[in-house]
């Protein structure tokens, strides 16, 4: 990795940032900006590509006592991070989404309306059917996803959801369910009631648009 003295002005982190936005920025470089400089025999973006794994890794859980165990990382450039952190999360990111129809859910599934893969998602919602969490369950070749009901329902037990909302997506762009997309909500729906875990809706997106299982009156 080239260090920040080492790349043309015009990649530099805080002048791309000037020029095009933060939004531009990869992960490694909005760090480098955060941590300003890195330390004896490790750049700013050799350090910053280190944080930046160990973010991807902590699934939201970051804590002051992992950052200090990378190289490089005191107390000092630890505390900024997770102050930018904490900033973000009280004034950028959004309430809790509340479901009330499918309509609410689509927003969460945009990044896999064109995906080439069939991707099968599962959200979590609380009592209040205000979202939990959205996980992929399973990833498979072109619309030959296979879905077991422990793959879907092992963490969303452990979020005490009281109800889920699936989704898949259809690379051909077709939105009708197939008899297998029938038979996998049949037995995702048997699993829940099973666990106490109700089964509002199951949502199969394409560039076309959608289709809500609930919608259709396939869901009682």
Same mark, same amino acid.
């Given at each position: 990795?080239? !260090? ?9 982190p805080r002048e791309k940032l000037k ?7 990869? =992960? ?21 590509? !280190? $944080? *930046? ?6 699934? &939201?859980?970051?804590?002051?006592? *992992?950052?200090l165990n990378v190289k490089g990382i ?15 999360r009280r004034h950028l990111i959004k ?12 927003? @969460?599934?945009? =990044? ?6 069939? +991707? ?6 609380? &009592? ?27 963490? $969303?037990?452990?979020? !005490? ?30 699993? &829940? ?6 089964? @509002? ?9 959608? +289709? ?7 869901? +009682?």
């Open positions: 990795m080239k !260090r920040i003295k080492d790349l043309p002005e015009f990649k530099r020029e095009k936005g933060a939004h531009a920025l990869s =992960d490694t470089e909005l760090l480098a900006i955060i941590l300003g400089s890195g330390n004896k025999g490790q750049d700013v973006m050799l350090l910053s590509s !280190r $944080v *930046a794994k160990l973010i991807a890794n902590s699934k &939201g859980k970051l804590s002051i006592e *992992a950052l005191g107390i000092a450039k630890a505390s900024q991070i997770l102050a930018g952190f904490e900033l973000a309430e809790s989404i509340k479901v009330k129809g499918a309509k609410d859910v689509l927003p @969460l599934l945009r =990044d896999i309306e064109d995906k080439n893969q069939e +991707y099968f998602i599962c959200i979590s919602l609380n &009592g209040a059917n205000e979202v939990i969490e959205k996980r992929i369950v399973t990833v498979g070749l072109l619309n030959k996803s296979q879905v077991h009901p422990r793959e879907v329902f092992a963490d $969303v037990i452990t979020d !005490r959801a009281a109800s889920v909302i699936l989704a898949h997506n259809h690379p051909s762009g077709e939105l009708k369910p197939s008899e297998s997309d029938l038979r996998v909500q049949e037995q995702l729906t048997e699993a &829940g009631k099973i666990l106490g875990i109700e089964v @509002l809706d199951h949502i199969i997106v394409s560039k076309r648009g959608y +289709y809500s299982f609930q919608e259709a009156g396939l869901i +009682y």
